[in-house]
Nanobody
């Protein structure tokens, strides 16, 4: 059974930084971070293949996704955080999603880690 375990969520003030990590029990070609705020749909934040990454417009230039294939780990470095970044952040993995931002394209999900940004 595939396991994705996220960590790194916290409460920070606007302008602060956090790094989220996700460790997978096995290798996947495509991994992504999604987030979901209360009352809103889950949205893609960043996705990565073996090398190329893709970002949502709202985080471009502030967030960086990276991966360590030897450790089956994907990270999300988040800088200049804003209150609107507050959400539960989820790691997702797929063999075929090709950096998709469509949640249903991912077969494997973590439990989420909470990020709260105060003004």
């Amino acid at each position: 059974q595939v396991q994705l375990v996220e960590s790194g969520g916290d409460s920070v003030q606007a302008g602060g930084s956090l790094t989220l990590s996700c460790v997978s029990s096995e290798f996947f070609y495509f991994m992504a971070w999604f987030r979901q705020a209360p009352g809103k749909q889950r949205e893609g934040v960043a996705a990565i293949g073996l090398r190329e990454a893709r970002y949502a417009g709202s985080v471009e230039g502030r967030f960086t996704i990276s991966r360590d294939n030897d450790k089956n780990t994907v990270r999300l470095q988040m800088n200049n955080l804003r209150p609107e970044d507050t959400a539960m952040y989820y790691c997702a993995a797929s063999g075929t999603a090709i950096r998709s931002f469509t949640p249903s394209d991912y077969e494997n999900w973590g439990q989420g880690t909470q990020v709260t940004v105060s003004p």
